[in-house]
């Protein structure tokens, strides 16, 4: 076997009996020879449906043992995967499976309630599976992967994700990178970073505590197990018990979300100082920008051990720091290490040093929003510039500091959240004239989301059609996209060609905080 091949096969060979998954509250686990095998079935599984590398399978399931298995299979099937939220409703679920083209579906009695709808809405899948269970119309997944066999397709190369982020138009759009024919096991960038930033090796311990369908997780996982790192999964989060999974597995290196730091703060100091945390060298964190005061307990509670990132699903770019170069610089999210951070005004022209603009990474810009060109033209400056849509700005030392999203963007407890898709629910509802979501300050969670809403009848507004706009809300979107909070206005400010003043509203929120975001 070639030594710079990197990927589960490498370690079912080299240690065969190591653990590649470990779920905390199951124990459940699963060897890396048992990883290689269950996925050689499952790849084979999807070529003896005529699946061929470049097409598409997508699968809905919660953090279970058998996640990232169904993962590495299409990987190793050369295929586009999508990896759908499980807190996303039928409709949802269904849009998403059709736009990326999924030829096989695969999901959990965990979503049985919305099979029905899904199934009636997604007529292009092949072959639908259930893992865990049995779903009616559903296949046995364990079942159709036990009869395959265990050896490895010929001509392996490598597969590539396909995951979605809510678009300006209201709907999830698929972030799409060009397929490599690659060799499987050809080194990627997580690798890479985890080795040279992370302190990570062969052998080393990665915790997962967030959703596996998120991109940061998913690609992290991979990465991890590429390296031959056993991976430590929570099936769900919880702040004490992610404290005894750093200790009771000798956790050495873990990705987190600034809700998750804000939450093991809260704990009691007794509970706190109950657990061992020496074994971790680092603690990487991402997905909204974390409140300065809460990172310093961090670092003075576990060490310089923390290390930011700032990327998108993109792939675009990438900003990092650690604990050192932060504590320099307070609040940033670090320097360029993939591509060129750029600020720029509206015109297209860089400003001056400390001044807030648009932030472009300038380098790689080769990806494109699925069956979306005006979103990705609207993303690219040229061929080689492009933006997230976040603003910010650099200071002296090269180093970047966010503070607000150019397009609205809501980062609640890590989760991306566009607001459009939640005002263009809202609008329909009888008793709304105007609306506009927007995210507000949340100590937890970094963000909320709220609706500010213009009622038809002035006299309406109050808690009563709060709750029904809320309500109504959730039982169309998945409940994270949904306002918290409803506040009522006699008129929303707006343009007189139409535009919305969105803001006007935030500022007013956000009037007493440094950031914006």
Known sequence: ??????????????????????????????????????????????????IKPGDHVAFCLENRI????????????????????SRLTADEIAYIVNDCGARAFVTSP?????????????????ARYVLGGAI?????????????????????????????????????????????????????????????????????????????????????????????????????FDAERALAAIQD??????????????????????????????????????AAPCPVEVKRQMIEWWGPVLHEYYAGTEGNGLTYTNSQDWLEHPGTVGKALLGEVIILDDDGNEVPVGEEGGVYFRGNSSFEYHNDPEKTAGAKLDANTSTLGDVGRLDEDGYLYLTDRKAYMIISGGVNIYPQEAENVLTMHPAVFD??????????FGEEVKAVVQPVAPDSAGPDLAAELIAFCRARLADVKCPRTVDFRDELPRHPTGKLYKRLLKDEYWADRQSRI
């Open 66 to 85: 058998e996640f990232l298995a169904v993962t590495w299979g299409a990987h190793y099937a050369g295929l586009y995967y999508t990896a759908i939220s």
């Open 249 to 286: 597995h000798d956790v050495t290196w873990s990705q987190w979300v600034p809700t998750m730091f804000v939450r093991m703060l809260k704990l009691p100091e007794e509970v706190r100082g109950r657990y061992e945390l020496s074994s971790l060298v680092s603690a990487v964190h991402a």
């Open 136 to 236: 009616d119309g559903y296949a046995c997944f364990e079942e159709a992967v036990a009869a395959q066999p265990a050896e490895p397709l010929p001509d392996r190369t490598e597969g590539e994700d396909m995951l979605y982020s809510s678009g300006t138009t209201g709907r999830p759009k698929g972030v799409k990178r060009p397929m490599s024919d690659r060799a499987l096991g050809a080194s990627d960038s997580i690798t890479m970073m985890a080795e040279a930033l992370f302190g990570a090796t062969t052998g080393s311990v990665y915790l997962s505590p967030a959703p596996l369908y998120h991109a940061a997780p998913l690609r992290f996982c991979l990465g991890a197990h590429r390296m031959g790192c056993t991976i430590v999964v929570m099936e769900r």
């Open 435 to 444: 609306v506009a979501v927007i995210g507000v300050p949340n100590d937890d």
């Open 1 to 50: 076997m070639d030594d710079d091949l990197q990927y589960p096969g490498r370690w079912a060979i080299e240690s065969p009996d190591r653990p590649a998954i470990v779920m905390t509250g199951s124990g459940q686990a699963m060897t890396f020879a048992e990883l290689d095998a269950e996925a050689n079935r499952i790849s084979q599984l999807f070529r003896s449906l005529g």
């Open 110 to 126: 965990y979503k049985a309630d919305a099979v029905v709808e899904i199934d009636a809405a997604t007529p292009g899948v092949e």
